[in-house]
């Protein structure tokens, strides 16, 4: 069925925010590879961002 769009937006940001990439591996699997301590940085980032 698909994710609606509203609900996909605030997954691309962050995407990018792990990858620095609008396409890449899935999301959670390199969540996994890159680890908790990187993830997390990424994601700090990525709030203080917006």
Known sequence: ????????RPL?????AMSGRR??????ESMEIVGR???LARLKGL???L
């Open 37 to 39: 301590d990187i993830t």
């Open 1 to 8: 069925m698909g994710v609606h769009r509203c609900s996909a």
């Open 47 to 49: 709030r203080e961002h």
């Open 12 to 16: 691309r940001r962050v995407r990018v």
């Open 23 to 28: 396409m890449s591996p899935p999301l959670f």
